[in-house]
């Protein structure tokens, strides 16, 4: 399995940060697959954002709830994070993730700074 982040690397306050993972190698509707965002804040340690699962339903946590949301497009094998209102301190590298069963699979990540 294969994931591969893409989206801006530079976001203005205030505005909404969109990423996509394209995955291969598998389907995002797999049973029992969970299709994560995760990210890193410079000299932080990791933070899980949220999930979508492969019924489409998603689950965050709780500090980001307000302000995220995870999509999917079964056609393109994808998943999109928004997330709204950004501040300085949305600033990391945001990585996407697989898992089910054990199986565990990471993209390469990708560094998203915000700044005006």
């Known amino acids: 399995v294969q994931l591969q982040e893409s989206g801006p690397g530079l976001v203005k306050p205030s505005q909404t940060l969109s990423l996509t993972c394209t995955v291969s190698?598998?389907?995002?509707?797999?049973?029992?697959?969970?299709w994560s965002w995760i990210r890193q804040p410079p000299g932080k340690a990791l933070e899980w954002m949220g999930f979508?699962?492969?019924?489409?339903?998603?689950y965050f946590t709780p500090s980001l709830k307000s302000r995220s949301s995870i999509s999917r497009d079964t056609a393109r094998n994808q998943f999109t994070l928004r997330l709204s209102s950004v501040t300085l301190e949305d600033t990391a590298v945001y990585y996407c993730?697989?898992?089910?069963?054990?199986?565990?699979?990471w993209g390469q990540g990708t560094q998203v700074t915000v700044s005006s």
């Open positions: 979508i699962a492969y019924s489409g339903a998603t």
């Open positions: 190698g598998d389907s995002i509707t797999t049973d029992l697959s969970f």
């Open positions: 993730n697989f898992w089910s069963s054990g199986r565990d699979y």
